[in-house]
């Protein structure tokens, strides 16, 4: 996977389908590489909002975009057996020709969504357990025509992948990971690792992220891995936006936005994950970095 910069954003699907496809239309036409779809049953922050289903969407948006790569950020592995996971990855990459990157995480231990359907809400610990057998399942599913597996946790007994992806060996997979266990998940079966801080300060989060990103050098030394075959993204994550009224803060002016990423650019970063903006004043900001700002930023970390 070429490794030149690239931004992805993350569009939160709150709101109703028109609008909700028109933002990937819009993403599309402003020249962003990537956008993005949570994966929740339900609005975690606020359960009795409006919320939609993410692979439903993008299976839809698929087939009205023409070059915008889709993925989620992230599908969170308790919601969905890894094969059927799998069959509904290459379907929307059928449907794209080729466009989708699929996105898993562990999920979130206070996300209401177990309780509202009967999922299981597994502690971390067992989450990132279960995660080792889940996301080499989904290696094997994604690049084998017929899959067998048996684990502690996860089975597959001829499992037939018919049709494939489009994209060879399989699709890409993205994990996200903050700790170190899950780190080494992705640099063992990953070809994006993904990060995000939630810290308030954005100079800790430069620093949490620094950090993490030497972990991924080691891990890559003892794996034996080329560090520059895991494209490492960054989900550039404002925590005092709620407060702020959805106001997020690299969208205050572009030297800030510029700032911003630069900063993160110099520590191996190579796709930044923005946020759709959530109040309608920022979103002239947004569509003049899209057109104004980027082209520069990609010329430039070439």
Known sequence: MANSLRFQVLVLPKVPWPEYLDRFLRIEALGFEVAAAPDHFCDWSNPTGPWLEAWTCLA???ARTSTLRL?????????RNPAVLAHQAVTVDQISGGRVELGIGTGLTIDPSYDMIG???WTTRERVVRFAEYVELLDHLLAEDVTDYHGTYYQANGAVMNPSSVQRPRLPIMVAALGPQMMRHAVRH???WNSLSFAADFAEQLAELGDRCMTIDELCAEYGRDPASLRRSYTMFDANARASGGAINYYESDDVFIDMVNQVVALGITEISLYYPAVANQLPAFERIATEVLPVLRREHA
Request: contains cysteine; aromatic residues 0%; charged residues 5%.
């Open 71 to 79: 993925t989620t950020c992230v599908t969170q592995i308790p919601l």
């Open 190 to 192: 990953a070809d994006i």
């Open 60 to 62: 839809a948006i698929a």
């Open 119 to 121: 999922v299981p809400n």
